[in-house]
């Protein structure tokens, strides 16, 4: 069997590589490792959901179209029932029943927080100051918040329903009028 003569042998094709080639293409491979096992898809729809949520900030606070307000702010219960389909003595019913709704809501919160808050004191003071067991009870302090500010958001919507008009937290907690949700 006889080759031809343009036709180079295998061993000709094959290029000699050096021993610094080699070691560099190593490294190459084992520094690839990190970004071969990146997670690039949960990262990109993690910075989609992040861009959207700066739009969202950017672009303010929705209005609530459950309810038509007047230029103070106050419920127009008429114009909310005409939207509705509803008579006035329904909304008002409606607006009743999620005031006491709220009532409730802001009560069982706050009695849970302060509950769990002093729990949360008498584990603090039974448990040694040491690294690997303090770290549960002091990350057990945002729940304790959590429960604070749900009930003062319950706080704030019964205020709001209370009224009849869109009130900030801060004329909330400014206001001379009854403090506690009724």
Same mark, same amino acid.
């Given at each position: 069997?006889?080759?031809d003569?343009?036709?180079p042998?295998?061993?000709?094709?094959l290029k000699?590589? $050096?021993?610094?080639?080699r070691?560099?293409?190593g490294?190459?491979?084992?520094?690839s490792v990190p970004g071969r *096992?990146?997670?690039?898809?949960e #990262?990109?729809e993690g910075?989609?959901?992040? $861009?959207g949520?700066i739009?969202?900030? &950017?672009?303010?606070?929705?209005?609530d179209?459950?309810?038509r #307000?007047?230029?103070? &702010?106050? @419920?127009? /219960?008429e114009a =909310?029932?005409f939207?509705?389909?509803?008579? #006035?003595?329904q #909304?008002?019913?409606?607006?009743?029943?999620?005031?006491r709704? =709220?009532?409730? *809501?802001? %009560? @069982?919160?706050?009695?849970?927080?302060?509950?769990?808050? *002093? %729990?949360?004191?008498?584990e @603090?003071a039974?448990t040694?100051w =040491? $690294?690997? $067991?303090? *770290?549960?009870v002091?990350?057990?302090?945002?729940?304790?918040m959590f429960?604070? /500010?749900?009930?003062?958001?319950?706080? /704030?919507q019964n205020y709001q329903?209370r009224t009849?008009r869109?009130a +900030?937290a801060w004329? %909330?907690l +400014? =206001?001379?009028?009854?403090?506690?949700?009724?």
């Amino acid at each position: 069997m006889r080759r031809d003569k343009w036709k180079p042998r295998r061993s000709e094709t094959l290029k000699r590589v $050096s021993l610094l080639n080699r070691a560099w293409s190593g490294v190459k491979w084992i520094g690839s490792v990190p970004g071969r *096992a990146f997670p690039k898809p949960e #990262v990109a729809e993690g910075g989609r959901m992040l $861009s959207g949520l700066i739009g969202a900030v &950017r672009r303010g606070a929705r209005r609530d179209t459950r309810f038509r #307000v007047d230029e103070d &702010r106050r @419920i127009d /219960l008429e114009a =909310t029932a005409f939207l509705h389909g509803m008579k #006035v003595w329904q #909304v008002d019913g409606l607006l009743q029943r999620r005031r006491r709704q =709220t009532a409730l *809501a802001a %009560y @069982i919160f706050c009695g849970s927080a302060w509950a769990l808050f *002093a %729990y949360w004191l008498f584990e @603090i003071a039974t448990t040694p100051w =040491t $690294s690997w $067991s303090i *770290a549960p009870v002091l990350e057990f302090a945002p729940f304790c918040m959590f429960l604070f /500010l749900t009930a003062f958001q319950s706080a /704030l919507q019964n205020y709001q329903l209370r009224t009849r008009r869109l009130a +900030t937290a801060w004329e %909330y907690l +400014t =206001t001379p009028e009854q403090f506690w949700p009724s």
